[in-house]
Nanobody, 123 residues
Framework: VRLEESGGGLVQAGDSLRLSCGGS????????MAWFRQAPGNEREFVAA????????LYADSVKGRFTISRPYATNALYLQMTNLKSEDTAVYYC?????????????????WGQGTQVTVSS
Protein backbone atom coordinates (compact mmCIF):
# COMPACT_ATOMS: atom_id res chain seq x y z
CA VAL A 1 0.00 0.00 0.00
CA ARG A 2 1.34 3.38 -0.99
CA LEU A 3 -0.12 6.63 0.28
CA GLU A 4 0.53 10.13 -1.02
CA GLU A 5 -0.73 13.35 0.53
CA SER A 6 -1.41 16.62 -1.27
CA GLY A 7 -3.09 19.93 -0.64
CA GLY A 8 -0.83 21.47 1.96
CA GLY A 9 0.29 25.08 1.80
CA LEU A 10 0.59 28.43 3.48
CA VAL A 11 -2.65 30.01 4.68
CA GLN A 12 -3.72 32.66 7.14
CA ALA A 13 -5.44 32.06 10.44
CA GLY A 14 -9.15 31.57 9.91
CA ASP A 15 -8.72 30.17 6.40
CA SER A 16 -9.75 26.73 5.19
CA LEU A 17 -7.73 24.03 3.45
CA ARG A 18 -8.47 20.54 2.19
CA LEU A 19 -5.88 17.80 2.30
CA SER A 20 -6.09 14.76 0.06
CA CYS A 21 -4.54 11.33 0.36
CA GLY A 22 -4.39 9.02 -2.62
CA GLY A 23 -3.75 5.33 -2.23
CA SER A 24 -2.51 2.57 -4.48
CA UNK A 25 -1.68 -1.09 -4.04
CA UNK A 26 -3.67 -3.63 -1.98
CA UNK A 27 -6.28 -1.20 -0.71
CA UNK A 28 -9.17 -3.69 -0.57
CA UNK A 29 -7.91 -5.09 2.73
CA UNK A 30 -7.79 -1.80 4.60
CA UNK A 31 -9.93 -1.39 7.72
CA UNK A 32 -9.31 2.27 8.58
CA MET A 33 -7.47 5.42 7.54
CA ALA A 34 -6.34 8.42 9.51
CA TRP A 35 -4.59 11.76 9.58
CA PHE A 36 -1.76 12.57 11.95
CA ARG A 37 0.40 15.66 12.21
CA GLN A 38 3.80 16.56 13.54
CA ALA A 39 4.98 20.05 14.41
CA PRO A 40 8.69 20.85 14.76
CA GLY A 41 10.02 19.58 18.06
CA ASN A 42 6.82 17.68 18.83
CA GLU A 43 5.83 14.06 18.59
CA ARG A 44 3.47 12.92 15.87
CA GLU A 45 -0.11 13.36 17.09
CA PHE A 46 -3.45 11.95 16.09
CA VAL A 47 -5.83 14.24 14.21
CA ALA A 48 -8.72 12.15 12.88
CA ALA A 49 -9.58 8.65 11.70
CA UNK A 50 -12.32 6.90 9.75
CA UNK A 51 -13.23 3.24 9.33
CA UNK A 52 -13.11 1.85 5.81
CA UNK A 53 -16.56 0.25 5.86
CA UNK A 54 -19.08 2.05 8.11
CA UNK A 55 -17.32 5.37 7.95
CA UNK A 56 -17.24 5.80 11.72
CA UNK A 57 -15.04 8.75 12.68
CA LEU A 58 -12.93 9.91 15.60
CA TYR A 59 -11.32 13.32 16.13
CA ALA A 60 -8.74 14.80 18.43
CA ASP A 61 -10.30 17.31 20.80
CA SER A 62 -8.09 20.06 19.37
CA VAL A 63 -9.69 19.79 15.91
CA LYS A 64 -13.22 18.68 16.76
CA GLY A 65 -15.75 20.97 15.11
CA ARG A 66 -13.16 22.46 12.75
CA PHE A 67 -11.83 19.46 10.80
CA THR A 68 -13.78 16.83 8.88
CA ILE A 69 -12.36 13.53 7.68
CA SER A 70 -14.07 11.79 4.78
CA ARG A 71 -13.58 8.90 2.42
CA PRO A 72 -16.01 8.97 -0.51
CA TYR A 73 -17.60 5.62 -1.18
CA ALA A 74 -15.95 3.43 -3.81
CA THR A 75 -12.87 5.65 -4.03
CA ASN A 76 -9.33 5.22 -2.80
CA ALA A 77 -9.14 8.81 -1.60
CA LEU A 78 -9.09 10.22 1.90
CA TYR A 79 -9.75 13.87 2.66
CA LEU A 80 -9.30 16.22 5.58
CA GLN A 81 -11.31 19.41 5.34
CA MET A 82 -9.81 21.96 7.71
CA THR A 83 -11.66 25.16 8.60
CA ASN A 84 -10.93 28.05 10.95
CA LEU A 85 -7.26 27.18 10.89
CA LYS A 86 -5.07 28.35 13.76
CA SER A 87 -1.34 28.89 14.01
CA GLU A 88 -1.12 25.84 16.26
CA ASP A 89 -2.36 23.71 13.36
CA THR A 90 0.97 24.30 11.62
CA ALA A 91 2.59 20.91 11.06
CA VAL A 92 3.41 18.24 8.56
CA TYR A 93 0.24 16.23 8.02
CA TYR A 94 0.48 12.50 7.37
CA CYS A 95 -2.01 10.06 5.95
CA UNK A 96 -2.06 6.61 7.53
CA UNK A 97 -3.85 3.34 6.83
CA UNK A 98 -4.21 -0.06 8.48
CA UNK A 99 -5.57 -3.47 7.55
CA UNK A 100 -5.57 -5.22 10.96
CA UNK A 101 -9.08 -4.30 12.13
CA UNK A 102 -7.74 -2.51 15.20
CA UNK A 103 -10.40 0.16 15.08
CA UNK A 104 -9.78 3.88 15.35
CA UNK A 105 -6.40 3.87 17.03
CA UNK A 106 -4.98 7.21 18.14
CA UNK A 107 -1.40 6.05 18.55
CA UNK A 108 1.18 6.06 15.75
CA UNK A 109 1.06 2.28 15.32
CA UNK A 110 -0.57 2.35 11.89
CA UNK A 111 0.78 0.04 9.18
CA UNK A 112 1.15 2.38 6.26
CA TRP A 113 2.19 6.01 6.05
CA GLY A 114 2.52 8.69 3.44
CA GLN A 115 5.43 11.11 3.21
CA GLY A 116 3.49 14.06 4.57
CA THR A 117 2.40 17.48 3.36
CA GLN A 118 3.28 20.76 5.06
CA VAL A 119 0.53 23.02 6.38
CA THR A 120 1.62 26.44 7.63
CA VAL A 121 -0.88 28.81 9.22
CA SER A 122 0.26 32.38 9.69
CA SER A 123 -1.32 34.47 12.40
Amino acid sequence: VRLEESGGGLVQAGDSLRLSCGGSGRLFGLSAMAWFRQAPGNEREFVAAITWGRGATLYADSVKGRFTISRPYATNALYLQMTNLKSEDTAVYYCAADSRNLGLVTTSSWEYWGQGTQVTVSS
